[in-house]
């Protein structure tokens, strides 16, 4: 089955390490996107990326890194440099043209 | 003010309730409109994909756009206990790569 596919589900860090968190996806979409979401806040873009070798910042970029190699791959790096790194971290895709976005399950981060 | 407002909620019904879910916006150039349902630790899941104004059906659930008003909603027949979730609307300009704001969800109890 298509779909996205984030890993791990929970992790757990030292506040001033750096944590990377995978996104992978077999949709064949050319573009993919992290979110984060906090109570109360709803969905915050991170970065984006349309096309391989090639992304944008969101509106939240402080304290992220990310990478596109790959079409399929759009793993997302949580600096040390991030104040508040402790949230639910959402990776989409999309295709193009006029198309919904569709989500992985998150991987939770908590950073102590 | 943010460009989507959405009633957080709660929101508690008994099952078999007709379920009206809404959403606000300011950005008269959003055209495309998203209802996801998200289960808790879960990603969202796409339900409804609505372009511009009118009605759209899917089995119990009707989204309905009202552009003239800048209002969304996402009706939800014969409501189950498994419908319990929380509900995010959320919009975009245009197709293809433009940024998609979401509503910071309504939490809906469906009560047996």
């Known amino acids: 089955d298509g779909g996205i596919t984030q890993s791990p589900k929970y992790l757990f860090r030292k506040e001033g390490q750096n944590v990377t968190l995978s996104c992978e996806q077999n949709l064949n979409h050319d573009a993919m996107y992290w979110y984060r979401q906090d109570p109360g806040q709803g969905l915050r873009l991170i970065y984006y990326s349309q096309i391989v070798n090639d992304f944008q910042k969101g509106d939240i970029a402080e304290g992220y890194s990310v990478s596109r190699e790959k079409k399929e791959s759009f793993p997302l790096t949580v600096t040390s440099a991030q104040k508040n790194p402790t949230a639910f971290y959402l990776c989409a895709s999309r295709s193009t043209g006029p198309s919904p976005l569709h989500f992985g399950n998150g991987t939770r981060l908590t950073v102590t | 003010q943010k460009e989507v407002e959405q009633d957080p909620g709660p929101l508690s019904v008994p099952e078999g309730a007709i379920v009206s879910l809404n959403c606000t916006y300011s950005n008269s150039a959003f055209q495309y409109f998203m209802w996801y349902r998200q289960y808790s630790r879960k990603g969202p899941e796409l339900l409804m994909y609505?372009?511009?104004?009118g009605n759209k059906e899917d089995g119990r659930f009707t989204a309905q756009v009202d552009k003239s008003s800048k209002y969304i909603s996402l009706f939800i027949r014969d409501s189950q206990p498994s419908d319990s979730a929380t509900y995010l609307c959320a919009m975009s300009p245009s197709g293809g790569y433009q940024k998609v704001t979401f509503g910071t969800g309504t939490k809906l109890q469906v009560i047996p």
């Open positions: 609505t372009y511009s104004s």
